[in-house]
């Protein structure tokens, strides 16, 4: 091989996995920021196409670009000229931003778990923190997901994954129980104790008390942000009687954790085998 060409090589090896995972994210987060608006309007996701919502006009291919799209009509529509909603290319960053940092930061196949672990948690955060809903196939897309990457990992992954997925819906369902009973009203939407399973294939139960504690800790640090924010500090306990998307604090912390435990083996097994050398 000539230099020249062992160099394009290393550098397809280096940047090529990250770039791709990029890409898939960005298209991921255009069909993820679709359906997050349709669905829980009741709309269906494939028909009509995507249109203006001002002027009616069908998009075309050079519309949908992910973000490019946005920034080349510099956030307008190129028919009417009314501002696109912010949200789309947003959401598009936010997935193309898991591909590519999974793809920085772990060597393949634990990069496209991960990012595929992220693609399904950003939709599911964006739909409970605009809607408070956690769709049962989404939630069940997660769950299999993850029992089948756990699968992928031999018996005892396998066995971790489904004790974890039994233990997560258990604990955060008795919790929701609980709460019920003592304070007579829902602390909690019914869908989170079905993600928290959910999530618990993916983790495994050893991961769930630290994920939901970090997951806790963001809720109640939104919250005071939140509170802050409007102002809700100096009328008492007003900031305890809002509601708060803990599926969405959840899926972040799930994710945030997934990355650096995966990183953390691969450190791991780098130095492993260094100091075998
Ligand atoms: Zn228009």
Redesign the pocket.
């Known amino acids: 091989m000539s230099p020249l060409s062992a160099q394009a090589a290393s550098y397809l090896a280096t940047f090529g996995l990250p770039t791709l995972l990029a890409l898939l994210g960005a298209c991921w987060g255009s069909f993820a920021a679709t359906l997050s608006d349709r669905w829980p309007q009741g709309r269906s996701i494939v028909q009509p196409r995507s ?7 069908t998009l075309t291919v050079r519309d949908l670009i992910p973000v490019l799209s946005y920034i080349a009509a510099r956030g ?7 501002p696109v909603s912010r949200r789309y290319p947003l959401i598009e960053i936010a997935c193309a931003s898991v591909g590519l940092v999974s793809g920085l930061l772990l060597p393949s196949p634990d990069s496209f778990w991960v990012a595929a672990l992220g693609w399904q948690l950003l939709l599911l955060a964006i739909l409970d923190a605009e809607h408070f809903w956690l769709p049962n196939p989404l939630v069940g897309l997660l769950a299999a997901s993850g029992l089948g990457v756990a699968a992928l990992g031999g018996t005892e992954r396998l066995l971790t994954a489904i004790i974890g997925a039994a233990a997560g819906f258990t604990v955060l369902f008795a919790i929701a129980y609980l709460y019920k009973r003592i304070r007579g009203r829902t602390g909690m939407g019914g869908g989170d104790p079905k993600l928290f399973g959910a999530i618990g294939a993916w983790v495994g139960w050893q991961a769930l008390p630290i994920v939901l504690l970090i997951g806790a800790g963001l809720g109640i640090g939104f919250a005071i942000f939140e509170a802050i924010r409007d102002g809700a500090v100096t009328n008492g306990g007003a900031m305890w009687q809002r509601r708060l998307p803990l599926g969405t604090c959840i899926a972040i912390s799930t994710w945030v954790w997934l990355l650096l435990d995966r990183m953390n083996l691969t450190v791991i097994s780098a130095f492993s085998t260094m100091s075998l050398n």
């Open positions: 249109h203006c919502e001002a002027c009616q006009r307008r529509c190129r028919h009417c000229g009314v």
